[in-house]
């Protein structure tokens, strides 16, 4: 029942762990500023360059200051067992309730010029360093009775760009495992979501923006670009006991994009 004295306080994650990956800037780093405001101690996770763990340690004194708890931890998710290593790390300093994978990469291209590296690069950020985070760390929420793993997709999931082919196929692969262990899960208090964002502007896709923004504005029934604070209402749901009886759901925060 909710609680009529504080109608939020399903919301409130004091006493719990989170892992956000790619939490050094924009999406990322939102996620782990509302998870560590809402009183969850916050892992933000970042790829180990001398720019990322500045960005990384920004994050975590941002949180400090506002009185909460953060540390930053640096891994390489295209080099082999960096899931295994980073859940070792981040248990090590805390058993993670909160599982928030955001991490990924994408290299556009045409699909006949797609490379081996390039194939292999993706697939190790976005896919099998994500499995190693889940096998590690979801069996202990389940033993615990409490989790949650909150996916980061993307709209390219239905509606993928000619030049995204490997990163789209990613993102629709990683929303069936969202429903694959939405269904194992689910029965030990561990729910398992995906959140799949629009065109949200971000540095990675500022200069893909600076020539397609316009005409895709126009395919948007909002009428603009996203930002990444426009994630973080549905992230704090997903992640927080108001939405405990939400699992194995696929999210869009798009503006109506997959609509239109």
């Avoid at 990384?56 to 640096?74: C, L, P, T």
């Avoid at 993928?160 to 689910?186: C, D, E, I, S």
Wanted: proline fraction near 4%; aromatic fraction near 4%; charged fraction near 20%.
């Amino acid at each position: 029942m909710p609680d009529a004295a504080d109608p939020f306080a399903s919301f409130r994650l004091s006493g719990r762990t989170a892992l956000v990956t790619g939490a050094r800037r924009e999406i990322g780093r939102a996620i782990a500023l509302t998870l560590a405001a809402a009183g969850a101690r916050v892992a933000v996770h970042h790829a180990g360059t001398a720019e990322e763990t500045r960005d990384a340690d920004a994050v975590v004194a941002e949180i400090r200051v506002a009185g909460g708890q953060a540390d930053a931890f640096g891994q390489d998710f295209a080099l082999d067992d960096a899931g295994i290593n980073l859940a070792r790390a981040v248990t090590a300093w805390a058993p993670i309730d909160i599982l928030a994978l955001n991490a990924s990469i994408e290299l556009p291209e045409d699909y006949r010029k797609i490379t081996r590296e390039h194939f292999d690069r993706q697939i190790a950020v976005n896919l099998r360093t994500t499995l190693e985070l889940l096998q590690e760390l979801v069996p202990p929420m389940g033993e615990r009775g409490w989790g949650r793993v909150l996916t980061i997709g993307s709209v390219q999931q239905i509606r993928p760009h000619p030049a995204m082919l490997v990163y789209a196929g990613t993102k629709a692969a990683q929303q069936n495992w969202t429903m694959n262990l939405a269904r194992q899960f689910g029965g030990q208090g561990v729910t398992v979501n995906n959140l799949a964002p629009g065109a949200i502007l971000t540095a990675r896709n500022r200069t893909q923006m600076a020539t397609e923004a316009a005409a895709l504005v126009e395919r948007i029934p909002a009428g603009r670009l996203g930002r990444p604070d426009d994630l973080i209402g549905a992230a704090l749901l997903l992640c927080s006991e108001a939405g405990t009886y939400i699992n194995g759901a696929n999210l869009f925060v798009d503006g109506g994009r997959n609509i239109a």
